[in-house]
């Protein structure tokens, strides 16, 4: 029997980013960093979805041999994400890890959840202490209820930014989340949730510059579409 071929990459660092060039560059040299110091063979892959700042013109500026950059016109977020699982894929990455652009996920916490990397195909960060104030903990509360509500899942943070996965497990499931799915990332964990999960505690900064994309008065909005996008992936 012939061996599998030994992984190109340990670890794709996959980070989707739409006009972030206020904490972009700060947000990638911390994970560097913390890449390099746990010795392992590493790409950074961003996915810049069609930011109109000077984002792009900093991700040129980056000289970093591990640093691959894909940009697109606007697709939203988890669809940028879903592109950037991926190019993982077609890097050879052993593993995948996203993370948002705006410095809210902490490095701190990676170590920990590395060290469980063979124990299921998705491990997700569980934000247990949050500094990005209530308003955005009680958009969280609000999402949990409704997906465990519509969808019975058993996660408890369906959305969030910080989720290291098998990357082969989730490239096939990736191709199957339909591209008119707004929240991605959402329908992406809920197809991943029967080969098996485990949740960690994570801290959970606050922004180190901009602001979000969703606010109060969009939610409503972005709630009603995940309720037709989840009907629709019933059928995947």
């Not at 670890?11 to 040299?29: G, R």
């Not at 969030?160 to 490239?171: C, G, W």
Request: aromatic letters at 8%.
């Amino acid at each position: 029997m012939t061996a599998s071929p030994e992984p190109a990459l340990d670890l794709a660092l996959v980070v989707p980013v739409y006009n972030e060039q206020d904490c972009l560059v700060a947000v990638l040299e911390e994970w560097r960093v913390a890449l390099t110091n746990l010795n392992l063979k590493f790409a950074v892959i961003v996915v810049d979805d069609g930011s109109t700042d000077s984002t792009p013109d900093k991700l040129r500026a980056l000289d970093w041999p591990e640093l691959k950059v894909h940009r697109h016109s606007n697709r939203g977020h988890g669809q940028s994400c879903l592109v950037g699982y991926q190019l993982a894929a077609d890097a050879g990455a052993a593993f995948v890890f996203q993370i948002d652009s705006d410095g809210q996920c902490d490095p701190v916490a990676f170590p920990r959840l590395w060290s469980r990397r063979e124990s299921a195909p998705a491990i997700y960060g569980r934000r247990h202490n949050r500094d990005d104030g209530l308003a955005r903990k009680l958009i969280s509360f609000v999402l949990r209820c409704l997906l465990k509500l519509s969808w019975r899942t058993r996660l408890n943070d369906a959305n969030v930014p910080y989720r290291l996965y098998k990357t082969e497990l989730v490239a096939k499931a990736a191709s199957r989340v339909p591209r008119t799915f707004d929240l991605a990332n959402i329908g992406l964990a809920l197809l991943m949730e029967p080969l098996g999960f485990i949740e960690e505690p994570i801290p959970f900064r606050d922004r180190l510059g901009g602001h979000a994309s969703v606010r109060w008065f969009g939610f409503v909005k972005k709630a009603r579409r995940l309720i037709k996008d989840l009907r629709d992936l019933r059928h995947v």
